[in-house]
């Protein structure tokens, strides 16, 4: 089907362009949603107003999501799983838990598509996860899978322990053992204890020869 955009659909087309689409996508989404018209004359002929309006609500769209990634940038929220004493979980942390657990603390619904999850996460442990809400509007949010029966708190104050202990390990040590330095001092120290060890023998000497003589 033909269809005249009325507002921008994010990876289809932009408000005021025409495009065939299939059928069941405009009548089952797109028209219902008055996101796009049938390519109509009437329509076509009201495209330049819809070209225009469809700008405006872009605009306004973009405004809004960057409120919004203001508010939901830094947001920590946490994801209770059933997991094993090696840490892997049984099942994993999708995308659509992600945005599940984020609108249930922060009130806040988003599209599971605009959680940037390359893949589902199956450890516990602490996770920054990318919103992309817009086009160039993003947001970062931390995620803390924790084991059923542990505390969350507990176990992020353990891992930011042991990140200061990585921090404040003494330069020059690896895996906790001094790496080895030479020490150009060494041989000088060598050279001056034989040279003396010399001289102490040839003064040794000397009486031996008086008393030859």
């Keep these: ?7 921008d659909v994010e990876g289809v087309a932009l408000g005021g362009e025409i495009k065939e689409v ?10 219902p949603k008055n996101l796009a018209a049938p390519a109509t004359h009437n329509n076509l002929q009201r495209i330049h107003k819809l070209t225009k309006g469809a ?5 306004y ?24 004493s090696n840490n ?14 984020l609108a249930e603390e ?20 602490t996770y920054e996860v990318p919103l992309r809400l817009y086009s160039d509007v993003n947001a970062l949010i931390k995620v803390t899978v924790y084991a059923t029966g542990t505390d969350p708190f507990e ?3 353990q891992e930011n322990e042991e990140s200061n202990e990585d921090k404040l390990s003494p330069e020059g040590e690896l895996d906790g053992n001094p790496i080895e330095t030479s020490n150009s001092d060494t041989p000088e120290e060598v050279q001056v204890s034989s040279i003396t060890l010399e001289e102490s ?3 040794e000497a000397e009486p031996e020869e008086d008393s030859q003589e």
Excluded: H
Aim: glycine share 10%.
């Design 1 to 7: 089907m033909r269809v005249v955009f009325i507002e």
């Design 22 to 31: 299939k059928n069941g996508f405009a009548r089952n989404y797109l028209i």
């Design 55 to 59: 700008a405006i609500s872009r605009t």
């Design 61 to 84: 769209r973009l405004d809004e999501m960057k409120n919004l990634a203001e508010t939901l940038d830094g947001t920590e929220i946490g994801i209770e799983m059933r997991a094993g």
């Design 88 to 101: 892997r979980l049984y099942g994993s942390v999708t995308g659509t838990m992600v945005a599940d657990a």
């Design 106 to 125: 922060t009130g806040i619904e988003i599209e599971r598509r605009l959680v940037q999850l390359d893949d589902p996460i199956r450890e516990v442990g």
């Design 155 to 157: 176990m992020v104050a």
């Design 201 to 203: 023998n040839t003064t």
